[in-house]
């Protein structure tokens, strides 16, 4: 068998863009799924062919790149009538004659509120949002799909994702930044380049199975803006009480559910994260800057 991989990421947005340019070198051909061609440059920048896809239709030019894949990377989320890739490309990804991997990314969501307790890959997961119940099923479906077809499958549970252009010092710059305050309330995250290599090495392993991918420390979301703000220098935002701030449903809803997210399973297959804790991530991304 031929080491030559040609990845197809449907979805290639901000963490498939991450994961192509760790690729980069690694990969006879990349190919990426896009709404718009009006997002068509970056994944060109990335160094991915962009193929569009709007989740109706089969396009012949995404069909023929699934037929040349060898690694699969599905990053689009499940809606009302279930995941798309799978809706219109199930029996071709199971026929797929070259695929040697498929990798799905879901969401520590599907763990639902669990009162600030760690949970691991083996925590029954609770759901509270309608968005997690999805995901929830779509882990379901596409686990059915590794098992009918032989191919492995891993499912990444990725927490708050955060990077480049995506941050508090962003937030800070621009005047947005809020310091909300929920007693005892944590988040998870996960720097976007932890995203790519954990992609990297799972998928490049041929693992199979379901991978919290999350840095080491849940922390109270104000704590992040607040050392934040010391990077730059500039004085924080004022603390705000939860229970009196205007917020979207969407937003609010994140607040309802509290839980540690262990990654114990991914490190001790030996995966070292580049950013195992929100302050060496932000202290790295304010020393190169690289954080706009």
Not at 93 to 116: E, F
Request: glycine share 10%.
């Amino acid at each position: 068998m031929s080491d030559a991989r040609t990845i197809l990421i449907f979805g290639a947005g901000y963490s498939g863009r991450a994961y192509a340019r760790v690729m980069a070198g690694e990969t006879e051909a990349m190919y990426g799924t896009t709404r718009s061609l009006a997002k068509a440059g970056e994944l060109v920048d990335a160094g991915v062919t962009p193929l569009l896809f709007d989740g109706i239709v089969r396009p012949p030019d995404v069909l023929a790149a699934l037929r040349r894949a060898t690694d699969l990377v599905i990053s689009i989320a499940p809606g009302e009538t279930g995941d798309p890739v799978l809706r219109l490309f199930a029996d071709d990804i199971a026929a797929a004659p070259k695929l040697r991997h498929i990798t799905y990314l879901s969401t520590v969501g599907v763990y639902g509120d669990q009162d600030g307790a760690w949970v691991d890959e083996d925590t029954p997961c609770r759901p509270v949002s309608k968005r997690s119940t999805e995901r929830v099923e779509a882990e379901q479906d596409w686990l059915s799909l590794g098992a009918r077809s032989g191919k492995p499958l891993a499912i990444l549970r990725l927490s708050g994702i955060y990077g480049p252009g995506r941050n508090a010092l962003v937030n800070l710059a621009n005047g947005t930044a809020r310091r909300l305050v929920k007693p005892g309330q944590v988040f998870n995250r996960i720097h976007v380049d932890d995203i790519a290599g954990a992609l990297r090495f799972l998928a490049g392993r041929g693992l199979e199975g379901i991978f919290n991918v999350t840095d080491n420390e849940p922390a109270p979301p104000q704590d992040v803006v607040t050392f934040a703000a010391g990077l730059m220098g500039v004085t924080p935002p004022p603390e705000q009480p939860f229970g009196t701030a205007e917020l979207s449903p969407m937003a609010r809803s994140f607040y309802g559910e509290n839980k540690r997210v262990s990654n114990e399973k991914l490190h001790a297959l030996g995966y070292e994260f580049r950013h195992p804790d929100y302050r060496s991530a932000f202290e790295r991304m304010w020393r190169d800057d690289c954080w706009r």
